[in-house]
């Protein structure tokens, strides 16, 4: 009988394909966790092509952040309507003879009313304006004063003057607005 020499202990090979799963597995779970980590420091937002992804410094670059959830779309109640402020050119006046009594040449008693018309894009209704007015073409200068409320003008149903010539004619003009 001869004396053999020891063997040595041989432990069975792993199958490479093993090793290959093993490295691919933890360069996953690394990549996937700076991935993870890049995505949360960057809001989420992949970096445009062509250029460099942001960079953070100063107390927060240290702090990861979470992406906030997408904002649900917000509802906006409608736009109040905006109203004009009146000035003098958004209004024009028309003089309607109602009566005419005239005494030849001297001249003539007329009554009149005061036609308003205005011309901007819209009054607030809870707002009231004093519209102050002259009539011009009768003897003596007369001036008045209307109230406009939304779209309505408070005016005197009747007004009266005296002409010097029975061919004169009388006109309006807005000289002042004010808010009540």
Same mark, same amino acid.
């Given at each position: 009988?001869?004396?053999?020499?020891?063997?040595?202990?041989?432990?069975?090979? !792993?199958?490479?394909?093993?090793?290959?799963?093993? #490295?691919?597995?933890?360069?996953?779970? *690394? &990549? +996937?966790?700076? @991935?993870?980590?890049?995505?949360?420091?960057?809001?989420?937002?992949?970096?445009?092509?062509?250029?460099?992804?942001?960079?953070?410094?100063?107390?927060?670059?240290?702090?990861?952040?979470?992406?906030?959830?997408?904002?649900?779309?917000?509802?906006?109640?409608?736009?109040?309507?905006?109203?004009?402020? !009146?000035?003098?050119?958004?209004?024009?006046?028309? #003089?309607?003879?109602?009566?005419?009594? *005239? &005494? +030849?040449?001297? @001249?003539?008693?007329?009554?009149?009313?005061?036609?308003?018309?205005?011309?901007?894009?819209?009054?607030?209704?809870?707002?009231?304006?004093?519209?102050?007015?002259?009539?011009?073409?009768?003897?003596?200068?007369?001036?008045?004063?209307?109230?406009?409320?939304?779209?309505?003008?408070?005016?005197?149903?009747?007004?009266?003057?005296?002409?010097?010539?029975?061919?004169?004619?009388?006109?309006?003009?807005?000289?002042?607005?004010?808010?009540?």
């Amino acid at each position: 009988m001869g004396i053999t020499s020891p063997q040595p202990v041989t432990r069975p090979k !792993p199958p490479l394909r093993w090793i290959v799963a093993g #490295v691919v597995l933890v360069l996953l779970l *690394c &990549f +996937g966790g700076c @991935g993870v980590l890049l995505a949360t420091t960057n809001g989420g937002e992949q970096p445009e092509q062509g250029k460099a992804a942001p960079t953070t410094s100063g107390p927060s670059a240290s702090t990861p952040t979470s992406a906030a959830p997408p904002a649900a779309a917000a509802t906006t109640a409608p736009a109040a309507p905006a109203y004009d402020t !009146p000035t003098k050119g958004d209004f024009k006046l028309a #003089v309607k003879t109602l009566r005419k009594q *005239c &005494f +030849g040449s001297a @001249g003539c008693n007329i009554t009149y009313r005061i036609d308003v018309t205005y011309t901007g894009d819209g009054l607030d209704p809870s707002d009231s304006y004093e519209v102050t007015y002259e009539v011009r073409g009768a003897e003596d200068p007369i001036i008045n004063t209307f109230e406009v409320t939304g779209d309505s003008a408070s005016v005197q149903q009747e007004e009266t003057a005296s002409t010097k010539r029975s061919g004169d004619k009388l006109s309006a003009v807005v000289t002042d607005v004010s808010e009540l």
